[in-house]
């Protein structure tokens, strides 16, 4: 099975919901941004218009970031296609960074808190596996998903814009979103071969 | 820069379509490439060291290998787990590079111990000084094809992603042996003056560093995307330009070009190919400084608006 993701750009409209529980479920400290959307114009004034496009890490199937990674922390599991990274062998070179062609890693050596007075009972707790100075990024929620869940962002998209499923078998509503409605991942031309499609707005 | 500052930065810079790299040559990213300089120096200065003989440059070359090691550490987020980076040696130049490198500074020591410490440990000409020899040989090369390699394989960046990168560090390193050793024959003068060896070849691998370089350019100027532009953009006319025209142009190009002219003119000291050696050094430095900060993310929107018109 390959886990995959559809993001329906028609029906986002952008109000950040998917980054802030993606947010609150991993417990990101600052400068890590597991989800987020981008917005962007287009156009001249008077016929402007603005575009919205959440981005994740694409869980790729032939990922980049795990071939330059050294030290073997960033790898693809073969039984689901979930890349991750594991921060008790990470050595924070960075090198998985420059490779990642759509920008969705972080290194983690910015505030722990969002906070002044220091960190949340929140933060205290859901930050506490969290490790400086390494490389932090999606994981397509796998705790909750081996647990039955959807991924947060899908979960808490209120309009309904995403969809989780499984992009190897055909019968998935991912797959058949894909087909009818002509999803595209982001930068085919460069053959990584993400697992999280768009549907054209 | 404060985790604070580093936080603000990294919020303005997602906001940008065309946003520029800082983990690599920016703050603590700095020491990369002072390690890619200091390890540069040490593979040429080896390699041209043995070709001529010349065992203060030896000692230099292996000198400059543990200060690049060292620098290389010290940029990692989590040093303490540098023995990891040995594991990917199918897919990972890091990994590459690092066997390089242990190789290159291991077989160093055992080809100079009988050299420095005569006597006191096996001979030169042994099976270990021969093995010493053997593997600072491969780890150098591991060395000199790492640097490059490794920004080749970083797709986010498509300005490093050029075919051309590798032979170009290769060549920096080869310049930069050779201005190793104007400096060691300065502070150590060699039974024979090299200068009239040394004067022509460096300027040899200069043109050849000078025709890489602008090859790099004009690929990416005509053959490249958006962020490749912008990349060269900010190194000839943007946020590093002056580290290019006054560290790479004036400094490691004009000034070391003047003193070969002086001393192609006759009027040559050691002093004077020493300073030719270390200005050419400072330039190779800020080459390699300015390309890696004009980095430019791809910008993951390029796509996207293609599908929408
Ligand atoms: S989107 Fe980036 S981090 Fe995620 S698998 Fe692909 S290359 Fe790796
Ligand atoms: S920063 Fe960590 S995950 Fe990324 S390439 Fe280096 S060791 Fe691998």
Redesign the interface.
């Known amino acids: 099975m390959r886990w995959g993701m559809v993001i329906d750009l028609k029906r986002c409209i952008a109000c950040y919901g998917c980054q802030l529980a993606c947010k609150a479920e991993h417990g990101t400290p600052?400068?890590v941004?597991f989800a987020?959307v981008?917005k962007?114009e287009?156009g001249q004034f008077p016929s402007v218009r603005q575009?919205f496009?959440p981005?994740l890490c694409n869980h790729c199937e032939e990922p980049?970031c795990?071939?330059?990674?050294?030290?073997?922390?960033s790898s693809k599991n073969d039984a689901d296609g979930i890349v991750s990274i594991d921060p008790d062998?990470?050595?924070?070179?960075?090198?998985c960074?420059?490779?990642?062609?759509?920008?969705n890693r972080y290194?983690n050596?910015?505030?722990q808190h969002y906070f002044p007075q220091g960190p949340t009972p929140f933060e205290q707790r859901r930050g506490a596996d969290h490790?400086?100075?390494?490389?932090m990024k999606c994981n397509f929620c796998k705790d909750r998903v081996a647990a039955g869940k959807e991924p947060a962002c899908v979960a808490n998209c209120v309009t309904v814009a995403r969809v989780f499923g499984d992009l190897d078998d055909p019968n998935s509503e991912v797959s058949r979103l894909i087909k009818e409605r002509g999803g595209?991942p982001?930068?085919?031309?460069?053959g990584?071969k993400p697992s999280v499609y768009?549907l054209?707005? | 820069m404060d985790a604070n500052a580093r936080y603000n930065q990294l919020i303005q810079d997602l906001r940008m379509e065309l946003r520029p790299q800082r983990e690599w040559g920016d703050g603590k990213g700095l020491y990369l490439v002072v390690g890619h300089f200091f390890n540069g120096l040490a593979c040429g200065a080896w390699l041209f060291s043995l070709l001529f003989g010349q065992t203060t440059g030896l000692l230099a070359a292996y000198l400059m290998g543990i200060i690049g090691g060292v620098t290389h550490l010290m940029f990692l987020g989590r040093p303490a787990r540098f023995w990891r980076m040995v594991r990917q040696q199918k897919t990972a130049w890091v990994s590459r590079g690092f066997l390089g490198l242990s190789l290159f500074l291991a077989g160093a020591t055992l080809y100079l111990a009988p050299i420095y410490l005569p006597g006191l440990l096996w001979s030169e000409g042994s099976l270990l000084s021969t093995i010493g020899y053997v593997a600072a040989m491969l780890g150098m090369i591991g060395i000199m094809g790492y640097m490059g390699f490794v920004y080749t394989a970083s797709k986010a960046v498509p300005f490093w992603n050029s075919p051309l990168h590798p032979a170009l560090y290769v060549s920096y390193s080869l310049r930069g042996g050779v201005a190793v050793l104007f400096v060691t024959s300065w502070l150590v003068p060699p039974a024979k003056d090299l200068t009239p060896i040394l004067l022509p070849l460096w300027g040899g691998i200069t043109a050849v560093v000078a025709l890489l370089f602008a090859l790099e350019i004009h690929g990416a100027l005509t053959g490249g995307n958006e962020a490749a532009r912008r990349s060269v953009h900010d190194l000839l006319a943007g946020r590093v330009s002056g580290y290019f025209y006054l560290g790479t142009l004036a400094l490691g190009l004009v000034l070391p070009a003047y003193f070969m002219y002086a001393g192609m003119s006759g009027a040559t000291t050691t002093g004077l190919m020493a300073l030719l050696g270390l200005a050419s050094a400072v330039g190779d430095f800020f080459m390699k400084f300015s390309t890696l900060r004009a980095g430019v993310f791809l910008p993951v929107w390029t796509h996207l608006s293609h599908q929408r018109r």
């Open positions: 600052p400068g941004f987020r981008l962007h287009e575009l496009l981005v980049p795990v071939d330059v990674c050294p030290t073997g922390a062998v990470c050595v924070g070179c960075r090198s960074m420059m490779a990642c062609p759509y920008s290194f050596d910015k505030p490790q400086r100075d390494v490389v595209f982001l930068h085919p031309e460069l990584t768009y054209p707005a």
